[in-house]
């Protein structure tokens, strides 16, 4: 049934931390090899481990050695990172809540290349938004994030935005697309901002000049995360580039894995914090961790409660973009501001869309679960018609949204609820067992007439990935010279979503792609 999203198949036991590790090439790449994980960030100089004072670095000499003699520079490499749908608890997320999310196969992937020592410059790279922007990286304040008292680390724990170092990158901000009308401009600085600040806080003044060039299947503000995969991106190529990662490798304990995994997340929420002003760090733990949680975050001053849910069955989705464009610091900010208003009512709407999550978490762990009982789908379904009105009473649905959720009711075969922040972007419908096929073409018929569209996904996908180096194997005669390599230009002539991941993506050729290497925290 290709309107249907179905989750990848887990091989998972039930509730259990254990099992395999993926699939991996064997060889672990030299290059991302150095154990930098212990390391202290005073220690890490740069890309190439040149050190000022103590270190603490384990560098294993024979790589290390073999890395200077060969390649003084970083190869180009690639990250990725999957969007994602939330399938109960958006909004009420924000205010403590617990929400159910699971990655989507749709990603967005980025390519860091490295400059020639001379050229001291950092270029961002988007296309998909049509920005592009240069800043030379010895005019940056980096004396203002390295004062004492404002320095971050790579496994610092960071909140909450400082208003001086934010105030400190305003004026870099200010020669950013001045041609471009007020609304373009805006996200562009805002995608300035948020990087300029991670690169700061995480960087030096010795960092390489480097260029940051990204791609994205995933549609912009429809409520599949796109911001957030971004932020994971930018999060782990920066943490590899320090040499604070020492991952991903076949062979890496679960353990490791899962502080790595909380580092890169740790630092995504930050570029999320600059995007969207209260995220609740839900849309990119998903982009990072990938296959399903129950998140929920208590107190903003501490990491949030992140359980995996291995298992998460197999679910009959269709998910319908309504092309209508919406801003997730809006609506949030709409509810917010409701919440203020009618405490007392807003707060049971909230405490009634955590109860629908909890009921929702309970059946679908549910041992007998099973996909093709109506009944069984039926519990699920109730459950997110009831969280659709829930949201729709906080006043963040949109009469697009509406219209979905009619023409399925109409034909009577599933159950719709809108996913992120609503205002427009995308829903999810639950599809019932053995829907008729000419029910479903009539569906299709409609939704493309009336101009929405409709996305074929997976769901429960790997988190983020590296490519290390940016060298693909694709089944061709490059393959003999050792593969493929990703340059700057095919990267960008790319044509689609469909040409980027014929050319780089995760998925290339239908399986999981080899090169790829993802953090593997389940052992599953
Ligand atoms: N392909 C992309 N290239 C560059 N920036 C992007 C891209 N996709 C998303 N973004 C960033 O994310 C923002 C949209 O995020 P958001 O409003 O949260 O929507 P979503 O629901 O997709 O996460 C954009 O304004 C832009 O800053
Ligand atoms: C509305 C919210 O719960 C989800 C937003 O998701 P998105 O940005 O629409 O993909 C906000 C949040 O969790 O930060």
Redesign the pocket.
Known sequence: MDAMTTQRASNGAPNSHKGHNGVHSDSEPDSISTEASDATLESVDGVNGITNGTINLKINPRRSMKRKQSSPMMPAFMVSAP??V?VF??????HGKA?IAAAISLRSYLLVTTLSKSKRTVTLKFPDIDFDHCWNIDELPWATFQQPSKKKYYYSLVTELDPDLVAAIQPLLADVSPDKPPNIRKVHQNSAGAFLYMFLSLGSQSFPGCQYTLRSTIPI????????TIAVCMSAALLLQLRTLSGPHPDQPPEEARIQIERINRWAYVY?MFI?G??????NTVATQGKAVVFQRTDYGKPPSVRPLWDFPELPLLLVDTKVP?S?AH??AK?GKLRNTHPKIVGSILDAIDKVTEASAEVLTEAGFDTQSEADLARVGELMTINHGLLVSLG?SHPRLERVRELVDHQGIGWTKL????GG??CITLLKPGVDRSKLDKLEEQLDEEHFQKFETTLGGDGVGVLWPAVLKNGMDEDEQGGMEIDLEKFLSAEGNEGVERLVGVHGGGGEREGWKFWRVDNN
Not at 89 to 94: K, T
Request: overall charge negative; glycine content about 24%; hydrophobic content about 35%.
């Open positions: 969007g994602k939330i608890g958006e909004h009420a997320v924000v929400a503000g429809a409520g599949l995360g796109s911001s957030a999320e969207h209260n995220p609740s760090g839900v849309d919406k997730t609506e949030v509810v963040v996913t992120g922040a609503g972007g995308c």
